[in-house]
């Protein structure tokens, strides 16, 4: 039990606010996509199709390709590398301040590495005010540092080398061409240019973002979630100290925004079935800082069911979730003019559960402009 806590939640509180605020009780207009996507810290960009999901779930009346509209037309979105290393979409408007903050990380290269020094000085050189290949810009790396080794890196379609540069803000996507993979920097690609920040007001706007959106949270899902250590994680807790509370969820101390501590009180438990795509923010940020050996009880509708949902080599599957339970996957298959959903459930759900569900897989198949066959 949490010592010298006030405060007092049960998950079920905390799972219906999460909701709320990932919109996911109440869905949003189109209109909001960009303001959405930032509201849960970025969309998961490393299977394209997911990102487009994950604001399916959370906006009535999405269209199909708003996603690749508002990031490759409209320049609202920026696609890199960001917390974790991992790919997201950002938005436009919000840059400069996740750039703040991804500049303070210490691992993935982007701190003591040499090497890594001279292919982003030469990436940043290279890309200012223009957009290239892959294989270009592999080139003219090469020229300017005389270094066939960093061309290498760059040509790597891992793009570990290349995350030092997203971090630093010299290296964003680019619409592709033919099938090949261009970058620009975000100074050219965002209309105005970045609005720039001081690096602690990068970390504590990032870190409040965070709770905003995943609390009850402590230090380690902090640290997780962000991908750069434990001590980033608290340093990151420090720049909100004076704007945080202890709170004691089922005998876990947690914290939440104290701004939004009366709304978490005042939660109440809700009777919402949705289905979420595979790498859906929702789903890293309630399971990530949780060892695999814990039951997740918290966030697992049947507790030890979490390798059915993060497997070993890194995927992170569709879910069921029910009153913010992550309670089966799913998967989804498109032939033609017919979309095939299959839900699998850890245990049987309540008649309501089923009828949103179903109900969950006919806007979907609305979404795809198919016949649905639902398994």
Known sequence: MAKDVGYRLTWEQALAWRMERHRLARRGAPAAL???????????????????????ARI??????????????QRALVKMWSMRGTLHLL????????????????????????????????????????????????????????????????????GSYLKAASFRGVLCFAP??????CFTTPETWIPG???????DEGLRTVTRRFLSAYAPATGTDLAFWWGDGLRAGERMRATVAEEIVAVDVEG?????????????????PLRVAR????????????????????DCSSVLSSPGQRRQVFSPQGWVSPVLLLNGRIAGTWAHTLKGRELLVELAPFAPHPAWARAQLEAEAERLATYFEAGLALR
């Not at 240019?193 to 690096?199: E, F, L, Q, S």
Request: hydrophobic fraction near 45%; charge should be negative; aromatic fraction near 6%.
């Open 193 to 199: 240019g970045i609005r720039t920040a001081d690096p």
């Open 91 to 158: 938005p436009a408007d919000e840059v400069g301040v996740w750039l703040a903050a991804l500049g303070t990380f210490s691992t993935r290269g982007n701190r003591g590495y040499p090497e890594i020094d001279r292919l982003v000085d030469a990436i940043a050189r290279t890309l200012a005010d223009r957009v290239m290949t892959r294989k270009e810009l592999a080139l003219a790396v090469e020229q300017i540092t005389g270094d066939a080794t960093l061309s290498e890196w760059v040509r790597s379609s891992w």
């Open 34 to 56: 960009a303001q959405i996507a930032g509201e849960v810290c970025g969309l998961h960009a490393q299977v394209m199709s997911s990102a487009g999901l994950s604001l399916w």
């Open 275 to 294: 289905l979420l795509p595979a790498f859906d923010p929702w789903v890293i940020g309630a399971l990530i800082g949780r060892k695999p050996g814990s």
């Open 176 to 181: 592709s061409l033919g099938g090949r993979v």
């Open 252 to 268: 876990e101390r947690a914290w939440v925004l104290i701004d939004d501590l009366e709304d978490l009180l005042g939660a109440q």
């Open 60 to 73: 009535e009346g999405l269209e199909r390709g708003a996603v690749e509209e508002a990031l490759w037309k």
